[in-house]
């Protein structure tokens, strides 16, 4: 019989079929736990599908900060009968099983503890409460008071009247009761210490984080199609539009989504699409036009295993070749990928500034695990914020691509001056009239393009963690960040460090001196080509040691990274 004890941190993972409320139970849960004064991190992975199938959410608790899936699980709460095969690969022995007897009624394993959930449920208005009953019991388990779960359960349920409310509170009690039972059963024993202080942090998603990113840069419309993983921040912008003056439009499809968007700007409002990849595809004739008329806008890609439809509701990192080299022609670009939500929230922001700035696409990089998860933190610094101004007040004079040493020419709108602001996607003249004049055709390509020197000027250095005597260098970008920054923290050695990069492109120039300090680099990406270790050799022609390479549509783990470079290391130490 296994019994789990812990003072520190619980690894908690919830499983079942699609429409049993896995999701409700994580919303409920990571709310309770961090109102209780623990830190917590949250991250889900679902079939692409509405019911059936199995998907999971893994609730870390733990006393100190966290914001990284592990394998690792401690506490498995299985609400369907498939849940335990589907994740056999993360049970271990000292895994604790709880979950429902009639379900599990054929499985025989010294570590489940099998409870009537959906027994008590019925009893109490339908099987749809087992899933609050679960965690109400993990709650008790977690030693979270219940005033603080009914009062989660009040405020999510409100809305749909008294007689669900009072159903849910009393399905929560069953669930408190049968925590307290499990305890003093001594199976499981659960002493993390918790802070007051910290049920007043922020309780964020990477969605969420993006959002208040373009609302702090300035957002002014938003036009997309709804396309998973990039749907939440379409919700999140939909939902926030009238108290921050934002326009958003649902389009028919993306090219009418990314051209809505263009006309937008063109008029003046700062703009943002958000798609996937193969929505994204549609786009990329619209991110020519974007630089041909030098229309700023911001594009937001929400990476997902491709090719075509590919795994739908999966996470990748397989997009960075198809939004760098997207639309035709030659463009300038800047592409961001932030890694922690304090990235997530500066990026965001400073995308509309550079976009503004330079006339161009900027683009945004995330995927479905970044937008997915949730953990507390104090505070997001707002301290730098400042929405940039590059609109002038055009005269008679005006020229709309008037030749300029730096690419850069003021940017007019309509209306606001006496100026034509005249565009075309046909190459134009200063005026923006068409022409065909071969040698001005000479002059706009290289205006356009000697842009991207000044994008070089405001790049963002990468980010690097670790003693300056490492002889490896781990290289990361977008949401790989916390979880090799964990693995690599967990090997406790001076020799290991990580090189971060929140913008992926262009690559600031103090990556090079970093890489060529290093006796071997490595890459860990979410695709089968290391595309961003490719994009580091052809931009600064040092070419990476090793790639470790992950493409089956789940994040890489902290337990991953950790055995994978003691491998690395294991290999070197021999070579000596």
Not at 126 to 154: Q, T, Y
Not at 459 to 483: C, H, M, N, Q, R
Request: glycine share 8%.
């Amino acid at each position: 019989m296994s019994e789990f004890l812990s003072k520190e941190e619980v690894s908690i993972v919830l499983c079942g079929e699609a429409g049993q409320g896995i999701q409700t139970v994580e919303t409920i849960l990571v709310q309770t736990v961090k109102l209780g004064g623990y830190n917590v991190f949250s991250s889900k992975e679902y079939m692409s599908r509405v019911r059936g199938g199995e998907n999971s959410t893994q609730i870390r608790v733990s006393s100190k900060k966290v914001a990284a899936y592990v394998d690792r699980i401690d506490i498995l709460v299985a609400i369907s009968k498939g849940a335990i095969n589907h994740l056999k690969e993360r049970v271990s022995p000292d895994t604790i099983i709880i979950g429902d007897e009639e379900t599990l009624k054929d499985i025989a394993n010294p570590s489940i503890i099998k409870i009537p959930f959906l027994k008590m449920a019925a009893e109490i208005g339908g099987p749809i409460f087992a899933n609050i009953i679960a965690a109400g019991a993990i709650s008790r388990i977690l030693n979270i008071d219940k005033e603080i779960f009914d009062e989660c359960i009040k405020s999510m349920f409100s809305r749909k009247g008294d007689k669900i409310v009072k159903s849910d509170l009393k399905a929560g009690a069953e669930g408190y009761n049968i925590g307290e039972n499990i305890i003093k059963s001594g199976r499981i024993k659960i002493e993390i210490k918790n802070d007051p202080k910290l049920k007043d942090e922020l309780l964020l998603n990477g969605t969420d984080v993006v959002g208040m990113g373009c609302i702090a840069g300035g957002c002014k419309f938003m036009s997309s199609y709804p396309m998973t993983p990039s749907t939440p921040l379409q919700v999140f912008i939909a939902n926030n539009s009238k108290d921050f003056g934002i326009v958003f439009e649902q389009a028919e499809d993306e090219i009418a989504a990314i051209n809505m968007g263009l006309g937008a700007s063109y008029a003046g409002a700062r703009s943002i699409v958000a798609t996937s990849g193969s929505g994204f595809a549609l786009m990329s004739e619209a991110v020519g036009l974007s630089g041909m008329i030098e229309t700023p806008i911001v594009i937001y890609v929400g990476q997902r295993p491709g090719p075509a439809v590919g795994l739908p509701t999966r996470m990748a990192q397989e997009d960075l070749d198809l939004v760098l080299y997207s639309s035709p022609g030659e463009t300038p670009k800047a592409i961001f990928a932030p890694g922690n939500f304090e990235d997530a929230f500066y990026v965001s922001w400073k995308a509309f500034n550079l976009a503004e700035k330079y006339q161009i696409p900027v683009f945004i990089l995330s995927d479905q695990y970044f937008a997915d998860i949730y953990y507390n933190l104090p505070s997001l610094s707002i301290d730098d914020v400042e929405i940039e101004e590059y609109i002038i007040k055009t005269d008679k004079k005006y020229k709309r691509y008037e030749l300029t040493f730096d690419g850069v020419s003021p940017r007019g709108i309509p209306g606001l001056g006496d100026g034509l602001v005249c565009v075309d996607s046909d190459e134009h003249d200063e005026e923006g009239h068409l022409t065909e004049d071969l040698n001005l055709r000479n002059d706009m390509v290289e205006k356009r393009l000697i842009k991207i020197e000044g994008v070089y000027e405001d790049v963002i250095a990468p980010e690097f963690i670790g003693s300056p005597d490492y002889k490896i260098l781990v290289v990361g970008w977008g949401s790989t960040y916390e979880i090799l920054k964990e693995g690599i923290e967990k090997l406790e050695r001076d020799d290991i460090a990580l090189l971060q990069f929140k913008q992926v492109y262009p690559i600031h120039e103090d990556a090079e001196k970093y890489f060529k300090t290093a006796e071997k680099t490595v890459v860990f990406e979410n695709n089968a080509t290391s595309q961003f270790g490719n994009l580091i050799q052809i931009e600064t022609g040092f070419r990476i040691h090793e790639s470790v390479l992950k493409y089956d549509g789940m994040p890489f783990s902290v337990e991953e990274v950790t055995e994978t470079l003691k491998s690395i290391l294991e290999v070197e130490e021999n070579s000596f």
